[in-house]
T-cell receptor, first 112, second 112 residues
């Protein structure tokens, strides 16, 4: 069975802190790993990762994939209150070609 | 403006009354998918479509139907809704699978 597990489930930090969100997976026929940010509306795309060891970066956010150990991390440096959101990890691949499996999400709260 | 639209955005209905939630994208995307989001369970895939006339089940297809007669539209049909289908529904599309998906604004459905 395809599985995506995110940790921690929730996290509370103060502005300026650095956070690391984790996503581990078990999936047949891996194709890509996707990170999304969800505020009080629809998820918005952050990163797509397909190769191990290649960091993707966008401003204060970065992400990397380890296909050997089957996990990915999302780092956010110098956090701001606007980073407060649910961060979702999703795996493309699995028992059906077009399948997408999401983790439960990590709720990040950034206090001023 | 490139977007995924869903209608209606909010719907309250009664058990057994057939309903359709429409989804349309104007980006000429090949791949479209439906998800439901429930507290504590994250996003779960209902159905997806790799292209016109090609659809397949996700993780939670029971009680739902879809069709993809043209590239831009992917309606979700509940033939006989039940209270356990009360949820927040998202439609999404992407240029190709397994690339990043663009989500619609969501439809909040309540079945009494």
């Amino acid at each position: 069975e395809d599985k995506v597990v995110q940790s921690p489930l929730s996290l509370v930090v103060h502005e300026g802190d650095t956070v690391t969100l984790n996503c581990s997976y078990e999936v047949t026929n891996f194709r890509s790993l996707l990170w999304y940010k969800q505020e009080k509306k629809a998820p918005t795309f952050l990163f797509m990762l397909t190769s191990s060891g290649i960091e993707k970066k966008s401003g204060r956010l970065s992400s990397i994939l380890d296909k050997k150990e089957l996990f990915s991390i999302l780092n956010i440096t110098a956090t701001q209150t606007g980073d407060s959101a649910v961060y979702l990890c999703a795996l493309a691949g699995g028992t059906s070609y077009g399948k997408l499996t999401f983790g439960q999400g990590t709720i990040l709260t950034v206090h001023p | 403006e490139a977007q995924v639209t869903q209608n209606p955005r909010y719907l309250i209905t009664v058990t057994g009354k057939k309903l359709t939630v429409t989804c349309s994208q104007n980006m000429n995307h090949e791949y479209m998918s439906w998800y439901r989001q429930d507290p504590g369970l994250g996003l779960r895939q209902i159905y997806y479509s790799m292209n016109v006339e090609v659809t397949d089940k996700g993780d939670v297809p029971e009680g739902y139907k879809v069709s993809r007669k043209e590239k831009r539209n992917f309606p979700l049909i509940l033939e006989s809704p039940s209270p356990n289908q009360t949820s927040l529904y998202f439609c999404a599309s992407s240029p190709l699978y397994p690339y990043e998906q663009y989500f619609g604004p969501g439809t909040r459905l309540t079945v009494t």
